[in-house]
């Protein structure tokens, strides 16, 4: 669908699945989406020591590494008190997990900014929530019809404030084929307004990082 779309995404896959799936992970890189840091083991680092999270981070990075030869420069994974700082030091672009805006925006650390962008995510993108009915959820699966008016109705809110779209996606899910058209349909009724951008969460960082403000 990506393909027929002419869309290129970013796939956070942790280190531990792009070893055992190698195959994939590299047929992913190799059609030219990006590939982004999920962890080792998906792990949730919130109560990790600096040096705990650090070996995490740097696991994580290698195996990627070794399956698609390049070096993630973005992470999405359950971060701690010491994530921007271990990031910052470790040369990632960008960060994608917190909640707390609709824009990208710079990320400082010891109230220094930093070549460092969060992508704020959004529970409104995140597919689990519509369609996953497990985990103790008390609410019925919604159709994609359902959920096409939601996305629908989020990109045009946000479209008209010129601001950002961060769909949060995973392919057990969303890759369900009436889910999967539905997500084509609202593609297109994206591509149908005048200077949407469709691109990779690195290539987002980078301009972010290229027109935000050092100081903000
Ligand atoms: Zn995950």
Redesign the pocket.
């Known amino acids: 669908m990506l393909d027929r779309q002419n869309i290129k995404a970013t796939f ?1 896959i ?1 280190g531990w699945v792009a070893e055992k799936y190698h195959k994939i992970s590299k047929q992913i890189a190799s059609r030219g989406h990006e590939i982004a840091h ?1 962890g080792y083991l ?1 792990e949730d680092c919130s109560n990790f020591s600096y040096e705990e999270e650090k070996h995490a981070l740097t696991k994580g990075s290698e195996a990627l590494g070794m399956v698609t030869g390049k070096t993630p420069r973005g992470l ?1 994974l359950g971060p701690s008190k010491n994530t921007f700082k271990l990031l910052a030091e470790m040369g990632f672009l960008y960060e994608s997990t917190l909640m707390d805006s609709d824009q990208p925006y710079r990320i400082s650390v010891n109230s220094r900014p930093q070549h460092l962008i969060e992508l704020p995510v959004s529970f409104a993108f995140n597919d689990t929530l519509y369609f996953v009915y497990t985990f103790g959820m008390s609410k019925p699966v919604l159709s994609p019809r359902e959920v096409e008016t939601i996305y629908r109705d989020e990109f045009d809110a946000l479209y008209k404030e010129g601001r950002y779209c961060m769909y949060m996606l ?1 392919p057990q899910i969303i890759g369900r084929a009436s889910r999967l058209e539905m997500l084509e349909r609202t593609i297109e009724y994206m591509k149908s307004r005048p200077g949407v951008w469709f691109t990779t969460a690195f290539e987002l960082a980078k301009y972010c990082d290229e027109t935000l403000n050092l100081e903000s």
């Open positions: 956070f942790p999920h998906h999405r995973h």
